[in-house]
């Protein structure tokens, strides 16, 4: 698949409740230094702290780029993406991020590792990877799949994190 026809994401951020990094991966060089990293984490963290995506991911945009962003207790999910890009794209991305760290976390920050490892699994050098397309298709057996291969036992989670079409928000 040529890679103008497979969406991009930017990067994908994971950050506390003071907007510190958690989890982070740039897969585009619009910000070179880590210090324009740092700074684009803060200011996209100061311009939504305010926003009530608690419920529904919400959508803005910044700098030029799409943010998907989402907020779960002290946790604040981010997605970004090109002005060009595909919202609805860029909201499944999160929500799938979204929920693979809800799963993860339900054995403590132990899982870090594993939480790194799904952002390579979702996004693939900036790419959003093809497994999206089979995880939607069949998302209990992929979880079945998943928890039994780092050891968990597979709980229901059908309606407990749901996406829901963002809404946009201007900052």
């Known amino acids: 698949m040529a890679r103008e026809s497979c ?3 930017k990067n994908i951020l994971l950050l506390d409740s003071e907007g510190k990094r958690v989890a982070v991966k740039y897969y585009s060089d619009d910000w070179p230094t880590n210090s324009a ?5 803060k200011s996209v963290f100061t ?3 305010k926003s009530n995506a608690r419920v529904e991911a919400e959508i803005a945009m910044f700098e030029n780029n799409i943010v998907i962003y989402k907020f779960f207790q002290d946790l604040h999910f981010f997605v970004t993406g090109g002005d060009d890009e595909n919202e609805l794209i ?3 991305v999160l929500q799938g ?3 693979a760290v809800a ?3 339900r054995e403590a920050l132990e899982n870090l590792d594993l939480i790194l490892l799904c952002l390579d699994e979702i996004v693939d050098g900036g790419g959003v990877a093809p497994r999206i397309g089979c995880f939607q298709r069949n998302p209990t057996q992929l979880q079945f799949q998943a928890l039994k291969q780092v050891n968990l036992s597979p709980m229901t989670m059908s309606g407990y994190f749901s996406i829901k079409t963002p809404s946009f928000a201007k900052i």
Do not use: N
């Open 97 to 99: 991020f979204f929920d």
């Open 7 to 9: 969406p991009t994401v």
């Open 47 to 49: 311009k939504t702290l």
């Open 103 to 105: 799963l993860l976390l």
């Open 90 to 92: 860029l909201a499944t």
């Open 37 to 41: 990293k740092l700074a684009f984490e």
